[in-house]
Every structure is written in structure tokens, then in C-alpha cells.
């Protein structure tokens, strides 16, 4: 079935140690997107690509990074986490044509943890 | 982006209907509705999505108000499957993200 494959799970890294995220897709779709939730929170948009556009949102801390060197995968990295960047690190692709905004098409998530 | 109001929780029994009601008064007219809902420990799910009429689809009913300031996500018969947080949010035509608010937690007695 195509989908939205999010590795590892869980992660578990130190305070401080640079951490990278993956997600692959096979829904050929040209926009990935990475969110954060945080707990009992909304998730929350850390920044997209359309096609090889990076779109970065106004609050999003320098210290996240992103990188999608095909169609099919987009990395998160995280230069220096944080204990604060402890959450569910979510991705999501759509097919986006036209004015519409098409349906997300979300991971399971990784879960991250900071000792 | 426009805002939408939802309440914070609702309840309800097993294999009735459940209406979860979005309030959006400050819609645009180029603003979609769409819902999606996040099942515990797994990512959001698109559910359904409308501009100006009503919309069916397997999982789901969208009512929207005629002039478009409120909507209502029917459930027509509820499992306990569809225990989830569930999101109603607005996109402009041509916009590419989705902005969460705090959803509706909603749980269902057996």
C-alpha cells in the first residue's frame, strides 16, 4: 500500500547531540511537510517543501533543519536538541494542483526523547 | 488564516450518532473546510473536507451552515474505533499547510 513511512519510531538522544529523522513516501506526492506535537498539544507546523522549495515557518527555531534530496524522502535534523524538543515528530505529504489544497497524508511519527 | 472554535471534549454512546460542531465566523470565501482526526498514538487522518456544500463520504458527513460561519462533522453511527481528537481547519485556496487548533477530544461509552 502506498504510504508514509516514518524511522525509527522512537528515538532516544542526549542533550545536545545532533539527531536526524527520516520519511520516505511512496504516494509520488510534491509536498512533504514536518510538524512537532508536543504533549496534549495540537501539532504544529515546523516548516514544508513544495517540490524542492523549502518553506520555513516564521517561529520555527534555527535549530531545526531540513533537507529532501528526492521526491521521496525528506530528513529532520536537529543540530543541538534541546530538553524542550522532547515530542512526536510527525510527517505528512500531499498531492497539491490548482487552488486546492489537498488531503495530508500522515506517519506514524517519531518519537523523540532528549536525556 | 481564519479561526475556528470547537469544544474542548465531547461524549458519546457507541453505535449512535454523534454531530461534533466547528464554529468559523470569520471564513473567507476562498477558505476550505476540512476535518481530520488523530487516533491515539498515531498520526492525523484526513476525515473530510467541503467549501460550500454538504459532502458524504464513507467515514463521515460535513454540514455546512448556509452562510458558511459554522460547520458539523456527523458520525452517523460511532464505534469505538472513532475515539480520537478530531480538528476542524480552514485552508485558503492555494495554501499548502494546515494551522491545528485544539481540536475536540471526543470519547465513546460502549
Known amino acids: 500500500d502506498a504510504m508514509v513511512i516514518q524511522n525509527p519510531r522512537y528515538q532516544v538522544t542526549q542533550f545536545g547531540k545532533p539527531v536526524t529523522l527520516s520519511c520516505s513516501q511512496t504516494?509520488?506526492?510534491?509536498?512533504m511537510y514536518w510538524y512537532q506535537q508536543k504533549s496534549s498539544q495540537a501539532p504544529k507546523l515546523l516548516f514544508h517543501?513544495?517540490?524542492?522549495?523549502?518553506?520555513n515557518e516564521a517561529d520555527t527555531p534555527d535549530n531545526f533543519q531540513s533537507r529532501r534530496p528526492n521526491t521521496s524522502f525528506c530528513f529532520l535534523d536537529i543540530r543541538s536538541p534541546g530538553l524542550g524538543d522532547a515530542a512526536m515528530y510527525l510527517c505528512?505529504?500531499?498531492?497539491?494542483?490548482?487552488?486546492?489544497?489537498?488531503?495530508?497524508?500522515f506517519g506514524p511519527g517519531t518519537r523523540l526523547t532528549v536525556t | 488564516d481564519a479561526k475556528t472554535t470547537q469544544p474542548n471534549s465531547m461524549e458519546s454512546n457507541e453505535e449512535e450518532p454523534v454531530h461534533l460542531p466547528c464554529n468559523h465566523s470569520?471564513?473567507?470565501?476562498?477558505?476550505?473546510i476540512h476535518w481530520y482526526r488523530q487516533l491515539p498514538s498515531q498520526g492525523p487522518e484526513y476525515v473530510i473536507h467541503?467549501?460550500?456544500s454538504n459532502v458524504n463520504n464513507r467515514m463521515a458527513s460535513l454540514a455546512i451552515a448556509e452562510d458558511r460561519k459554522s460547520s458539523t462533522l456527523i458520525l452517523h453511527r460511532a464505534t469505538l474505533r472513532d475515539a480520537a481528537v478530531y480538528y476542524c481547519?480552514?485552508?485558503?485556496?492555494?495554501?499548502?499547510?494546515?494551522?491545528f487548533g485544539q481540536g475536540t477530544r471526543l470519547t465513546i461509552n460502549p
Open positions: 505528512a505529504t500531499s498531492r497539491v494542483w490548482g487552488v486546492y489544497p489537498g488531503e495530508q497524508y
Open positions: 504516494l509520488n506526492h510534491n509536498v
Open positions: 517543501y513544495y517540490d524542492k522549495d523549502f518553506n
Open positions: 470569520t471564513i473567507s470565501g476562498t477558505d476550505y
Open positions: 467541503g467549501l460550500t
Open positions: 481547519i480552514l485552508i485558503r485556496q492555494g495554501a499548502q499547510k494546515l494551522v
